[in-house]
């Protein structure tokens, strides 16, 4: 059950490193058409329209 930021953050690192989750990126890498790789993650913001912050970790 999660019942705070911190057991939600914890629970979407859990996602973005499991192994499932990684042979989905590099088959979609596979896939395109065009030119991709992993550069591995950064830490991205986004402002919503009611004034927050937000930081997720994308793959770039």
Do not use: C, H
């Not at 953050?9 to 490193?17: H, K, N, R, V």
């Not at 990684?22 to 402002?47: F, H």
Request: net charge negative; glycine share 8%; no cysteine.
């Amino acid at each position: 059950m999660i019942s705070s930021p911190e057991d939600l953050e914890g629970l979407e690192q859990a996602a973005l490193d499991s192994d499932e989750q990684q042979q989905k990126e590099a088959e979609l890498i596979r896939a395109w058409p065009g030119r991709m790789k992993s550069e591995g993650y950064e830490t991205v913001n986004i402002l919503t329209v009611g004034g927050f912050r937000i930081e997720v970790k994308v793959r770039y």
